[in-house]
């Protein structure tokens, strides 16, 4: 981007943090370094200004990428020279809460942690939770489809949103803040900016359904053999009466004996050894009884689900610890720097065979692969890892998401789950996802923004 060019954008937004590459080159990227390969970040204050810098990079043909907590996993916030970044940080504010209807209005760059406590002085939860949650912001969480450890019961991000708003790719604002529940009123047009990674337009304002919290909550590692029998115990605990079943993340033998050497917990400490480990999440009126939940339902479902071993935290400090194993995933960062990974929604019927089949492919790719599997349970979403230590050429990342991905489509599971397409599942989006889907994309792409201006090459490749 030239002087002059960016003296010009400096001009058009006189109220707004505008930094250039230089400084840009000296602050932390988040998650993926190639987030500041950008010529210039904009932090706008509000709708207004964002619709402005829209229009000024619609005008001369800069491709315009919008960040929120940059704490992505598939390079959709990834950018380079000549393009600019719409830094969401400065729409911050909570708007409202509404404790009656049990909604939300907040700006795009609010973060899901900073919604959580608000929402907490009323008893209320925006009903998702995910372990970035003191970065990852709503603006990205919607146009992410995010998910997180609650889904099983309350949906991904599609689900929470009520309404939003969005900036279009020629300025114009789309605003559908629509805050109930029913509406049948034509197409839900809302629907094309949740998961569009920012490639349709730029959401700036968003209705969040809310939802009672319980008043406490209680945790518990299990021990067992697989994950049907894993699912035997979820089974049993959606059916309570008393207690609202949270969370169940399961983790492979694999992935749980890296954190515990990381994280140097003694075999003693907690049931650490078994194939599989069940890590649940029970809420209830109070942690007496929601522990006595926990108790009394792994008793009864112990011999019928074939347990192990089982611990009901007794303290906040054991619940986090059994925490921690399933979170602390930068883990496997630190062991193998770096480790392709990736994130697959399975079946639930289908779950032990499809780990099965996926290690013993690996392993014929190559003898030393060892995959660390883990994930949620009761939405059958899976993160795998792959034990590499060192790069692994795109032929051969090419062959490792083949054996991942192989009849995903067909058996009515997803390549991604929740961690988007952006640049690194492009070419995988090509080979498995829908053709037909494919091109209706293009065709809407082409129709609202067929001048490539938001978040250019992500998703949808420019051919």
């Not at 907490?120 to 970065?135: E, F, T, W």
Request: aromatic letters at 4%; hydrophobic letters at 45%.
């Amino acid at each position: 981007m030239s002087n002059g060019l960016l003296s010009s954008l400096r001009a058009t937004l006189p109220d707004a943090s505008i930094r250039d590459n230089a400084e840009l080159a000296t602050r932390d990227p988040g998650f993926d370094a190639r987030n500041f390969g950008a010529s210039a970040l904009v932090r706008p204050r509000d709708t207004t200004s964002v619709a402005a810098l829209v229009k000024f990079c619609a005008e001369h043909g800069i491709g315009l990428v919008a960040q929120g907590g940059r704490t992505g996993l598939a390079g959709g916030a990834a950018t380079s020279a000549g393009q600019v970044i719409c830094d969401l940080g400065g729409l911050n504010q909570i708007e409202e809460i509404d404790p009656f209807a049990r909604v939300a209005i907040v700006q795009a760059g609010v973060t899901l942690g900073a919604l959580q406590g608000a929402a907490a002085v009323h008893g209320l939860d925006p009903g998702i939770d995910l372990a970035a949650r003191g970065s990852a912001t709503i603006g990205g969480m919607v146009s992410t489809n995010a998910g997180g450890i609650m889904a099983f019961r309350n949906g991904t991000m599609r689900h929470r949103v009520l309404g939003l708003e969005a900036v279009l790719p020629d300025g114009r604002v789309f605003c559908d803040l629509t805050r109930v529940l029913k509406t049948s009123a034509g197409y839900d047009l809302k629907h094309l900016f949740i998961g569009a990674e920012g490639t349709l337009g730029i959401v700036t304002r968003v209705a969040v359904q809310l939802d009672p919290v319980a008043g406490a909550s209680a945790a518990a590692l299990v021990g067992v053999p697989d994950a049907a029998s894993a699912q035997r115990v979820v089974r049993h605990f959606l059916g309570s009466t008393s207690a609202r079943l949270t969370a169940a993340e399961i983790l492979w033998r694999n992935f749980a004996s890296l954190m515990q050497r990381a994280l140097n917990y003694s075999p003693g400490s907690l049931p650490l050894d078994a194939p599989c480990l069940l890590v649940l999440g029970l809420g209830a009126d109070n942690i007496e009884a929601a522990r006595q939940v926990l108790e009394d339902g792994l008793a009864t479902v112990w011999e019928e689900a074939g347990i192990i071993d089982g611990l009901v935290a007794s303290s906040e400090a054991q619940a986090a610890a059994m925490w921690r194993l399933r979170e602390e995933t930068e883990q496997i960062e630190r062991a193998h720097p770096m480790a392709p990974s990736f994130d697959v929604s399975v079946p639930a019927g289908t779950l032990d065979a499809y780990v099965a089949r996926i290690e013993a492919g690996l392993r014929a790719l190559d003898a030393s692969y060892t995959p660390y599997v883990y994930g949620h349970l009761a939405d059958g979403n899976l993160h795998i890892s792959i034990n590499c230590d060192g790069p692994v050429s795109h032929e051969r990342h090419a062959a490792i998401e083949d054996v991942l991905y192989e009849g995903l489509r067909e058996a009515g599971g997803s390549f991604s789950a929740e961690h988007g397409v952006g640049l690194e599942k492009r070419e995988a989006y090509e080979r498995h996802a829908d053709p037909v889907k494919r091109d209706l994309a293009k065709a809407i792409k082409a129709l609202i923004d067929p001048g490539d201006v938001m978040n250019p090459g992500k998703v949808i490749s420019g051919e």
